[in-house]
């Protein structure tokens, strides 16, 4: 019963994804007006933006899955955690990436330090590659139990990161805000937010895949030991 | 092309890799669970022809 | 009753100062490698530039960080090495008692390193009032050494045991310092590098405040499970 269920998940997901994913290309290079200030440059953000938030979900989705594990000890979510910790991490990544690519565009160079956002992600990044450190460090119990409480912490690093960093970039820099997400003409926030929507269906669909997959390897190993008996 | 528009396109082909690269190695795994259950059922009907 | 885990606390508090006292090792390590650090950013960064006020609350909390990751690093090394950790969590002693005690701990340490660190970066790096503001430096370093115990205090444990858990602490502990050090050095600054900010100064330590209470709200979430049943 949960088998069918779980395929339908995925299907589902992955066919949302794949549509939204067309619509928002479409529209973000056809339908919506380039950016006055910024020209073409500013339809990076389209992505960039939604890769970051979309990852951030997936950062809450890790932790609250690791309190979950903390107060039933099920093995399955300390599994969804380590696998939306896992694609937040590639997604923030990519977010760096791009984010990169969006300052040697518009300022010449391949780094800002005066992008709040950029900043933080280079810190989530560093912060949730030490998640897999700490999970390859320990087996079994504790690997769940620790992968767990750091799924939490960090997660309250990260928002503690961003205003650290943009508390500290007001003082010296003049903040840099890439895109001020109230004045933008509804033209583009559509698109924004159908960005957003299509990066929320992939991040969804890439975790059932590989959900999918643990089951299959799992039942595998049950498999495996079965037969050497 | 303008240089404004390759940094665009810079940036939707590294989303496209980052993801696909991940397809890639998602079939990877998928390929060695299907080789070892290949091997499984192969010893499974020597057993019990 | 309701003093009970007051008295438990203080007696896990002092044995872990008294521990140090006696032996003094970790700290005069700590003190050293402070020394260490500072003379290396000299060199760094003092053949560019002569003067290094505006530099010197920035190294101050580099210096201090890194020497904090030497502190957490040791401060389950008693009970671990000689088995005690076992006859605490057996003892009727909340575990969020423990955990506070050696987040206590680590903060007395700071303290100590900090008697030494700090008039020194004073000597060596600011040229200005710096002895006669040292009130307020005093309370960036209680406030943030508040915060790296909280914090420390939880990764040690995590990287008590497992696989090469001396690279592993740093790896896991210093990208949730990064916020600690961008407001502690912004304070610090605020205060040594020309005219008193008192704006910047209030809201970096507000910040600090707010860093403390989060790490305590996380370890109170996770304390039950931070030790092996």
Redesign the interface.
């Known amino acids: 019963m949960t088998e069918a269920l779980r395929g339908r998940g995925l299907a589902v997901s992955g066919t949302l994804a794949a549509v939204l994913t067309t619509l928002a ?1 479409i529209g973000v290079f056809l339908v919506a007006p380039e950016d006055a200030d910024q ?3 500013q ?2 953000f389209y ?2 933006v939604a ?1 970051a938030s979309a990852s951030l979900v997936g950062f809450l989705v890790a932790c609250i899955a690791g ?1 979950l594990y ?1 107060r039933r000890r099920e093995e399955r979510w300390d599994e969804l955690s380590a696998t939306a910790v896992g ?1 937040s991490l ?1 997604f923030s ?2 977010v760096v ?2 984010g990169s ?2 300052a ?2 518009s300022w010449g160079t391949w780094w800002v330090w005066s992008d709040p956002r950029l900043v933080t992600y280079l ?1 989530v990044v ?2 949730y590659a ?1 998640y897999f ?2 999970r ?3 087996e079994g119990e ?1 690997r769940r ?2 992968s ?3 799924a ?3 997660f ?2 990260v928002p ?2 961003f ?3 943009r ?2 970039n007001s ?1 010296v820099h003049p903040v840099v805000f890439t895109q001020r997400g109230a004045n933008m003409p509804g033209s583009m926030l559509v698109w924004f937010v159908v960005s957003q929507a299509a990066m929320l269906a ?1 991040f969804a669909t ?1 975790v059932q ?2 959900l999918v ?1 643990s089951r ?2 799992r039942a ?1 190993q049950r ?2 030991s079965l ?1 050497e008996a | 092309m303008s240089s404004g528009t390759q940094y665009v396109v810079a940036a939707y082909a590294v989303i496209w890799f980052g993801i696909l690269l991940y397809v890639v190695v998602a079939g990877a795994r998928t390929a060695r669970i299907a080789r070892e259950l290949e091997l499984l059922s192969r010893i499974l009907e020597r057993r019990d022809p | 009753m309701s003093l009970l885990w007051a008295r438990q606390l203080r007696a896990l508090v002092l044995k872990d100062l008294r521990l140090e006292l006696r032996t003094r090792d970790t700290l005069a390590a700590m003190v050293l490698f402070s020394l260490l650090a500072m003379v290396l950013l000299q060199f760094a960064f003092g053949r560019v530039e002569s003067d290094l006020t505006r530099f010197a609350g920035g190294l101050l909390w580099v210096v201090l960080a890194l020497t904090a990751v030497l502190g957490v690093g040791r401060s389950y090394v008693a009970e671990r090495e000689q088995g005690v950790l076992d006859g605490l969590l057996a003892a009727p002693v909340s575990r969020l008692v423990l955990i506070g005690a050696k987040a206590l701990a680590i903060a007395g340490y700071l303290v100590a390193v900090e008697v030494v660190a700090v008039p020194l970066v004073g000597i060596f790096f600011v040229r200005g009032p710096f002895f006669s503001e040292l009130g307020w430096i005093v309370l960036v370093c209680l406030l943030a050494d508040v915060a790296i115990g909280l914090l420390g205090s939880l990764m040690a444990a995590l990287a008590l045991f497992g696989r090469a858990r001396e690279l592993l602490l740093p790896i896991i502990f210093l990208p949730s310092l990064v916020p600690v050090v961008i407001a502690a050095s912004g304070a610090t600054h605020a205060i040594t590098g020309g005219p008193n900010d008192m704006a910047e100064y209030r809201g970096y330590c507000l910040f600090l405040g707010v860093y403390a209470v989060t790490f305590a709200l996380v370890t109170f979430a996770t304390y039950e499970s931070v030790f092996d049943d």
Do not use: D, M, P, Y
């Open positions: 290309v020209g073409i440059i339809k990076i992505f960039h890769l309190l903390l694609i590639l990544g990519l990436v791009t690519i969006w040697k565009a810190i560093l912060l030490a450190v700490l390859s460090s320990a504790r139990r620790h767990a409480i750091f939490v912490a960090a309250a690093s503690l990161s205003w650290s960093v508390v500290a003082f992939v890439l895949l590989q997959q299959a390897e595998l498999l495996k037969v």
